[in-house]
Nanobody, 124 residues
Framework: QVQLVESGGGLVQAGASLTLTCTAS??????????MGWFRQVPGGDREFVAS???????WYSDDAQGRFTVSRDNAKNMAWLEMNNLRPEDTAVYYC????????????????WGQGIQVTVSS
């Protein structure tokens, strides 16, 4: 009953900014019921926590994202964003948005619904 679609990825140079968008399609409960998170994954690696945001907009970040990335949401539009600044080559990954009815978490296995992922590539 929750479908998530990421958009806004692409190829950028180191130091650039990029904003990812997560758009939710919901069949019953409102988007405001769903804490959501952003994760990323490189080939052969696990999904790594990037940021999360609660129903009310409280945010959490990985140490790597803190100070460079900003997560936000608009419950009326069923959307969330991950603004990424000062991108580094090591930020290159497939980025996913995820949602669940439980509280926001940094653990990927605690999210039930996932988008298909979108590639972000940062060149040096």
């Amino acid at each position: 009953q929750v479908q998530l679609v990421e958009s806004g990825g692409g190829l950028v140079q180191a130091g650039a900014s990029l904003t990812l968008t997560c758009t939710a399609s919901l069949s019953s409960r409102p988007w405001s019921d769903y804490p959501m998170g952003w994760f990323r994954q490189v080939p052969g690696g696990d999904r790594e926590f990037v940021a999360s945001i609660s129903w009310t907009g409280h945010t959490w970040y990985s140490d790597d994202a803190q100070g460079r990335f900003t997560v936000s949401r608009d419950n009326a539009k069923n959307m969330a964003w991950l603004e990424m600044n000062n991108l580094r080559p090591e930020d290159t990954a497939v980025y996913y948005c995820a949602a669940d009815l439980a509280g926001p978490s940094f653990r990927a296995n605690e999210y039930k619904w996932w988008g298909q992922g979108i590639q972000v590539t940062v060149s040096s």
